[in-house]
């Protein structure tokens, strides 16, 4: 053990043991190759000590303590191949305090000690990176990641029709990918959504819709060349299908005239009430306009796996979120409100909920500011929370959180993220508690940090706080999608560090 204190105190010190200690379930010191750790005195001063191969519940002690002095304990270690391959990196860190303590009362300190971040680049997989991919949490604790784009610059971007199992390895207990049947096509700005409760075949099993990159937001609008074959490809390539995790194999959904019209699309959303499969507004091919915004509704009969227009939504929109609501509901706010030839798109205020069993929407109070990229979750006390996005055609990356109670139809404003961002990923945690991570600002600068929502508070909107995140432990990215694992840590996949800088390693990441 390596010390060094500074100079500068007064009165008795005294020194202080810390013992460090895995929470249960944590497997933070297996393999861990050092522990730095610094403890910084209210008076400035300040400890650091460098540990190899700790093991957990071994004390040490903080000399030199003053009496009477507050001291804030931080740490940082490093182990490698936390994911099971070559070359990886895991970063773990953590800090308590500010602790008060004073020799009279033989003080002691117990420093719950967790990997906060695992990063390396797993065979198999989107190896080579993929940006805005989607990740489907399946019943058996795997994810599924689907398709995703090369990228987003002033080019095109490609799509493509990879499908990738995440999991552990039963035989070496270590993350990694696994190769799934390809899609029917390439697939980006799709969206993809597990299917439960449906009474039908189809639990458990994972429906996708939509095709190729058809409009590029904050980046100019790309059109693909509306000449036959083109849009033909593209709607065969948007046909639904359905991923079975037992066998690993698709099936085509509802190929029929109605679904083959719209199969051209991207940027909508998804939603799932009883054996109904609801697609929601996005943009679309149209053989007699063209490209267009939609306020249409499709729904796919899980029971007979056809196609049938329902009640529109009052807005046209896209880069909307999409929230199951109760049992029989499906709450829409903002997004773009329609394409134009302009490299920026104005977006919409609109709230809307739809009731399945009335095939009708009601509008609800306007979100002010408008937004579209933003992140909305389902909290396990009813409330809907709506996190971050951009607004004022998209110059402005917001930092604000609002809750609506779906029943009385209002928003209420929470606190502010410490970082405004768009294009974040979030999850609603086993606890309760909220994770946010990554995004981008309006000039499309990536973010590394992840903030943490926890509930409570006197007006009970809770509070957020930035999340430990070593720099080892989180690439800054863009475009990333998240997925929550049965151990309580989230898994970051895909995204982009800035353009044409696609971010191939993949972090687990305990909040």
């Keep these: 053990m390596l010390g060094a204190a500074l100079a500068g105190c007064s009165g008795r010190e005294f020194v202080v043991p810390v013992s460090f200690v895995v929470p249960q379930g944590h497997d933070s010191f297996a393999e861990l190759d050092f522990l730095a750790l610094a403890a910084t005195y209210g008076d400035g001063r300040a400890y650091d000590f460098f540990i190899e191969a700790p093991s957990s519940g071994t004390e040490w002690n903080i000399p030199q303590m003053p009496a009477g002095a507050a001291v804030t304990l931080s740490f940082e270690g490093l182990v490698s191949d936390g994911l099971g391959a070559d070359g990886q990196v895991v970063a773990a860190s953590g ?46 604790g795997r994810v599924l990641a689907l398709g995703g784009a090369d990228g987003h610059t002033d080019r095109e971007p490609v799509g493509n029709d990879g499908a990738w199992l995440f999991g552990v390895d039963g035989t070496t207990d270590a993350f990694g990918f696994v190769d799934a049947d390809r899609m029917r096509g390439p697939r980006m700005d799709h969206a993809a959504l597990r299917i439960e409760g449906s009474g039908t075949d189809y639990d458990g099993k994972v429906v996708v819709v939509g095709s190729l990159g058809l409009v590029e937001g904050r980046g100019g609008v790309v059109v693909v ?83 049938e227009p329902v009640a529109a939504m009052g807005e046209t929109r896209w880069r909307h979120s999409v929230t199951p609501v109760g049992s029989d509901r499906l709450l829409v706010v903002g997004g773009a409100a329609l394409p134009t030839a302009q490299t920026t798109f104005p977006e919409t205020a609109s709230v809307e909920i739809y009731d399945a069993g009335d095939n009708e929407w009601t509008d609800l109070e306007d979100l002010e500011p408008a937004r579209s990229d933003h992140v909305a979750l389902a909290l396990e006390d009813g409330r809907v929370m709506v996190v971050a996005g951009i607004t004022e055609t998209d110059t402005l990356a917001l930092a604000d959180t609002w809750f609506i109670e779906p029943d009385e139809g209002t928003w209420v404003q929470g606190p502010d993220l410490g970082t405004a961002r768009a294009k974040a990923s979030g999850r609603v945690l086993p606890d309760g508690r909220v994770v946010v991570c990554g995004g981008e600002t309006p000039a499309f600068e990536s973010i590394t940090t992840c903030e943490v929502w926890t509930a409570g508070g006197v007006d009970g909107l809770g509070a957020w706080g930035p999340a430990p995140d070593p720099t080892e432990a989180f690439t800054p990215r863009s475009g990333a999608r998240s997925a929550l694992l049965g151990s309580g840590e989230v898994l970051v996949v895909g995204g982009q560090s800035g353009p044409d800088a696609l971010v191939s390693d993949v972090v687990v990441y305990r909040p």
């Design 95 to 140: 800090s308590a305090g500010p602790l008060a303590f004073d020799p009279e009362t033989e003080a002691s300190a117990r420093v719950l000690f967790t990997r906060r971040g695992r990063t390396g680049t797993l065979p198999g997989g989107p190896s080579g990176g993929t940006f805005e991919p989607l990740l489907v949490e399946l019943g058996d």
């Design 225 to 307: 060349d509306l000449d036959e074959d083109t849009l033909d490809e593209a709607r065969d390539a948007g046909i639904p299908e359905v991923f079975d995790p037992a066998t690993g194999t698709w099936e085509d959904l509802a190929d029929d005239d109605v679904m083959r019209l719209n199969a051209a699309r991207g940027h909508h959303g998804l939603g799932q009430v009883g054996d109904g499969v609801f697609i929601i507004g996005g943009i679309v091919f149209d053989d007699d306009l063209g490209l267009r915004a939609t306020a249409e509704v499709q729904r796919v009969d899980l029971g007979g796996a056809d196609t």
